[in-house]
Each structure stands twice: as C-alpha cells, then as structure tokens.
C-alpha cells in the first residue's frame, strides 16, 4: 500500500458537513505538493442536517473511492457523527482485493475497526480540516508522509509518572472512547485476536469516561489486550461534585486487574500536533522508567 508519485488520493466526507471549504484547498496543494494527484467525492461539500449530504450520498462517495481502483487512499475530511449510519451498508469487496488507506481519526474510526477485521491496516491521523495540524505541526505532517510512502515510524514518547513498565508487540487498535463504546458488541468490535489498544477523547466528564471504559472492560476489551496507550483527553469538563481521581488514576484503576503495560501522553487525539498511528501494523511499545519508544517492524 506504500504510495508513490502520481498515486491518487480522494477526499471523501463519510459523516459531518465541511463549514471551512479553504481547509480543503489546502490539504489538496499539501497532498499534491508531494507529487500525489487528488479527487474530490461528488457530494464532499453537501450538506444535509447534521450531515455532509444524505446517508445514501456519503455512501455513494465512500463506495466509489472505495471501489476505484486508480484510488490508493482514502483521505476522510472530517468526523463529526454519521460514520455508524453507513458503515453496515459499504461493500468491502473490491477493497479486500486490492487495499488502500482509510485515513482520520475520531468518528472516522469506525471505518478502521472494519477494516481492522479484514486484516487490513489504515492510518489514525488528521485529516483535511485540521488546518492547524496541516500549517503548524511540522513531525505529524512529515509523519503522515511517511505513513503514505511507506517509510518506518517510531516515536519517542514522554515519560508520565502513571506509566506501567512492560514491553508489548503486537497490532495497534483503538481510537475515541465514544467510538469504541458505540462498536462494542457489533460485528465491528474487538471480539478477537491479540492488540495494544489506543485511546483518547475529548470534552467527556470524567465520569462519562470511566463509564465508558468499564463498559468496554464488560465487553472484555481488556481480556486480549497486551498493551495500552493512552493519548490526549482535552476540554474536560469540570464536574461537580469533583470525580476525584486524575485521568491516569481512572484508567489505571480500571486496568489495575490486568498485567500489560500501559503508557500515557501520546501525541495523537484532538490535539494539533496529533501524530498518525498505523492501525493493524506490527509494533513494539517498550516502556521503562527512563524511556517510552514505540516501533513500527515495518510499514
């Protein structure tokens, strides 16, 4: 799935509608500034309700990218909601015959745990209307890149006093909390198989987040997981009365049954320097008291 020059890319609005249709003309001249060519979904700046368009033209859009062949990826504009609304009535065929990206982050993850049930990887990143990603964070946009050409990924990543040492090497899955709890039970859920698991949220109580969680730990989210990572949880509201634990002690607690590490602060989530994860690759996460890295075997 490595990407190369003249490879197209097509720009797709599976759920929310576009408000900043400039965004989309500057993720283009980024994407063609790489050499790549770029084609727009016929109902990309639709807008109906909620939506970019109807159930039926989002679903034509993600079809038809899906389906062509001369498409190598799969660039999602923005999330939103509405990715649930159509994600039973894609057909995978065609893509299972010849695999390309599916690239974004928070609702956009539904479609990576479908394809993480084919076996096939895709990439949890920005997207198109993250303009402040795309002009200010310089290593996530260098990153993307090499996640699109197939040049090998590893990060360093901060020490956090939370952390649980251990080394796991396995698939990356995961993405938003609310995301995983709405697929959990689904055909699209994580039912089986060994992952390190990925996390992050934004502008949840910390209730809602410790419900979510043992929600999943019900689902037996943790039973095959061999490691966690945790990345940004923003714009929290403050509760009253307090919660009275930190984010790390929440999620902690929640996992305190279980023996895999666990490693907090990766720069991914709805943050700006939201760094890109390959989904369904091979990894290894090291964690030790004086340094956290993760490693892609290969991309």
């Known amino acids: 799935m490595k990407l190369k020059e003249k ?17 989309i003309a500057k993720a283009v001249s980024l ?17 109906h309700k909620h939506f970019a368009g109807t159930d039926t033209e989002r679903i034509e859009d993600f079809q038809n990218a899906l389906d062509n062949p001369k498409i190598k990826a799969i660039w999602c504009a923005r999330g939103g ?9 894609l ?3 065609h893509f299972k ?10 609702d956009i993850c539904t479609f990576h745990h479908a394809v993480f049930q084919l076996q096939i990887p895709s990439i949890h ?18 990153n993307f890149k090499n996640c699109l050409i197939g ?27 609310s995301i995983l709890q709405s697929l959990a039970g689904t055909k699209f859920g994580l039912n089986k198989g060994k992952y390190i698991l990925f996390i992050e949220e934004i502008g949840e109580y910390k209730y809602h987040i410790d419900r979510i969680l043992h929600s999943l730990k019900l689902n037996g989210y943790f039973n095959n997981c061999i490691g966690l990572i ?24 929640i996992v305190s049954d279980y023996n895999f590490p666990v490693c907090f602060d990766f720069p991914a989530g709805h943050i700006v320097n939201n760094q890109p994860i390959l989904f369904g690759k091979e990894v290894v996460l090291e964690i030790k008291n004086n340094s956290v890295n993760l490693e892609y075997i290969e991309n």
């Open 7 to 23: 490879d197209t890319i097509a720009i797709v609005a599976p759920a929310g509608f576009i408000k900043n249709k400039k965004s």
């Open 31 to 47: 994407l063609e500034s790489w050499g790549f060519q770029v084609v727009l979904g016929k109902h990309l700046f639709a807008k």
């Open 81 to 89: 909601y509405g990715s649930i609304r159509i994600i039973d009535k």
């Open 91 to 93: 057909d995978f065929t």
């Open 97 to 106: 015959k010849q695999p390309k990206w599916i690239i974004g982050y928070s």
């Open 125 to 142: 990143g920005f997207m198109p209307t993250s303009e402040e990603t795309i002009q200010t964070a310089k290593s996530a946009v260098s």
């Open 151 to 177: 040049n090998r990924l590893s990060y360093k990543i901060p020490l956090n006093r939370f952390n649980k040492k251990g080394v796991a090497k396995g698939k990356i899955i995961g993405g938003n909390l």
């Open 230 to 253: 945790v990345g940004s949880f923003t714009k929290i509201p403050i509760n009253d009365p307090a919660f009275g634990e930190t984010i790390e002690e929440l999620i902690l607690n």
